[in-house]
């Protein structure tokens, strides 16, 4: 019974969850190298000890920076990863985030990034493999990019997430197809596109990021850590055909022992009543992130129903 009720909470809570593609032009729909080596599509296993190894930034939402990596940057060389990693701590306790990750193209070179999600146990949640980036023309505002948005919802309770941005030895065989500039004004100003051949950026293991983070709103994110308890944690794989939607979702663990109990006053009955309907309301128009922060809310104030109706409503939606 447990299994199906995780299975059907899990279904809710993740549907929706591949974004779309991003339109490119049709001369660059994939990475691919000239030989026709594909990147991988499977998360890295990296042992927890690894992890804690690394330095993670702080990173608060809002803001956009960039980061040059090169060979003073931090170094991991474990399994297929290989050179230079950008490591973030993101805010889990300010609702769903919309991150922009672009990696810039700069004299035919790019670093073409994976991204691994950790919830703050640092267990992986979420995978966005290097073709999930896609490349994106120059603008008034921006130059060549890798581009791509990630779209998370930390679970309650957490305070903080991780992101870890690396490449690997089959991405740096790899390379990415640009479009000409004069093709792309050419195509701009309605001329005729001329007959040359687009350049091509060589995949490095150093080069320059930038990370915008912000507040978002919208439901269909993906869950980043856990809400009951779990089987092992596997990481989901966004961008792919095979995205496998077994993300756990966690909460702190039952058999931790607690050296105080807060002390919660009952819910009125009228307040207890709005919570439980407007956690129904939010999950029927499909708003999971406003629903648990209406449970968080609810449970703050000592509602001892608003659990069951969060898990009951989920349950039976059709």
Same mark, same amino acid.
Not at 77 to 88: E, K, L, M, P, S
């Given at each position: 019974m447990?299994?199906?009720?995780?299975?059907?909470?899990l279904s809710a809570l993740l549907c929706n969850l591949?974004?779309?593609?991003?339109?490119?032009?049709?001369?660059?729909?994939?990475?691919?190298?000239?030989?026709?080596?594909?990147?991988?599509n499977s998360a890295p296993t990296l042992s927890l000890p690894t992890l804690q190894k690394l330095q993670w930034q702080p990173i608060n939402t809002h803001s956009t920076q960039t980061f040059i990596l090169d060979s003073a940057s931090q170094q991991l060389?474990?399994?297929?990863?290989?050179?230079?990693?950008?490591? +973030?701590a993101l805010p889990a306790n300010q609702g769903s985030l919309e991150i922009t990750l672009n990696s810039l193209i700069k004299d035919k070179q790019v670093y073409s990034p994976n991204v691994l999600v950790f919830d703050e146990q640092l267990h992986p949640a979420a995978f966005y493999p290097s073709h999930y980036f896609r490349y994106q023309q120059p603008s008034i505002m921006s130059t060549d990019r890798l581009e791509g948005v990630l779209k998370l919802t930390p679970a309650l309770g957490q305070q903080r997430i991780?992101?870890?941005i690396y490449t690997t030895r089959s991405d740096l065989q790899t390379s990415t197809q640009m479009v000409d500039p004069a093709k792309a004004y050419a195509k701009g100003v309605g001329n005729s596109v001329p007959d040359i051949p687009d350049p091509i950026a060589r995949h490095t293991a150093t080069g320059t990021l930038t990370l915008k983070v912000q507040s978002e709103s919208n439901a269909g994110n993906v869950l980043i850590g856990q809400v009951f308890s779990p089987p092992a944690p596997k990481p989901i794989t966004v961008g792919s055909?095979?995205?496998? +939607?077994?993300?756990?979702?966690?909460?702190?663990?039952?058999?931790?022992?607690?050296?105080?109990?807060?002390?919660?006053?009952?819910?009125?009955n009228d307040t207890e009543r709005y919570f439980n309907d407007a956690i129904k309301r939010a999950i029927n128009h499909d708003d999971v992130d406003k629903a648990l922060k209406l449970l968080d809310e609810a449970e703050r104030l000592g509602s001892p129903t608003a659990r069951d109706t969060f898990i009951k409503t989920i349950k039976y939606k059709k």
């Open positions: 447990k299994k199906q009720l995780l299975s059907l909470c591949i974004p779309a593609s991003y339109a490119t032009s049709d001369t660059a729909l994939s990475d691919t190298t000239k030989s026709g080596i594909e990147t991988t060389n474990d399994g297929h990863i290989q050179g230079a990693v950008a490591t +973030f991780y992101l870890l055909t095979q995205t496998v +939607f077994t993300s756990p979702v966690r909460t702190t663990p039952a058999d931790v022992p607690q050296t105080t109990a807060p002390v919660v006053k009952p819910v009125l």
